[in-house]
């Protein structure tokens, strides 16, 4: 079997995201393009996972709670959780390793909380898309311990891919998983041995993928994290 997916998409609680982005929207447009697993990865956070999660049983789309948490040295990590506790409590504690920087939304944009009815509830008031104190082992070491998966986002965009960040990628079997931007080349030795992703990390409902790029695995988020796990991640 194998199982159409984009695994990195952030909702309306990011900055950076357009504010109907809500996870409802998402999760909806996700299944309009005939994808099956689909990722919800905000920075630094994943309090929108719960309504994200419950678009997912509504649509039939099988929902990975995660987020994308930036290290120290800038370098942007895809945490993926096998449940929404495990996220949440994961994203409890890279919240508290964010600078104490508040966000202002006239300049940064809106982060917006909902509800699992997709309605807004609330904002959190440290802007998300800084950088922890958290080292890039720190990162994969948190992860690991609520029972997660680290992946580098974009390795080969800009500053804060892990090529634009540290200018290598840490020697195998650290980060056996690994997201390529198919919008920029990737130096074959980046990769090598590696398991590559391809993924939308979309801002706006449009630019979430189609159908595009699958995984040979059933359609349920526990099979993509097996895969990932079996794989060394």
Known sequence: MSAFVDLHIHSCLSPCAQDDMTPWNLVG?????????????????????????????????????????????????????????????AGEEVYAHLAGVRNRPALFGNQI??????????????????ATDLTVDAVRALVAAHGGVSV??????GSNGMLGALGFMPPLPVFPVAEVYRGAPCPAHATQGRFVLHSSDAHRLEDISEADFSLEVPPKASEVLALFRALGA
Do not use: Q, W
Not at 50 to 68: D, K, L, N, Q, T
Not at 70 to 85: C, D, N, W
Not at 113 to 126: Q, Y
């Open 152 to 157: 580098p986002a974009h390795i080969n965009r």
């Open 29 to 89: 447009m996700a299944r309009v393009k005939g994808l099956r697993v689909v990722a919800i990865t905000d920075h630094n956070t994943a309090k929108n996972a719960p309504a994200a999660m419950a678009a997912g049983e509504e649509y039939g789309v099988s929902v990975i709670p995660g987020m994308e948490i930036t290290s120290r040295e800038e370098v942007h990590i895809l945490g993926y959780f096998p449940a929404v506790e495990n996220a949440l409590a």
């Open 113 to 130: 909380l909902v509800n699992l009815d997709d309605e807004p509830c609330g904002t959190l008031d440290k802007l998300l898309i800084g």
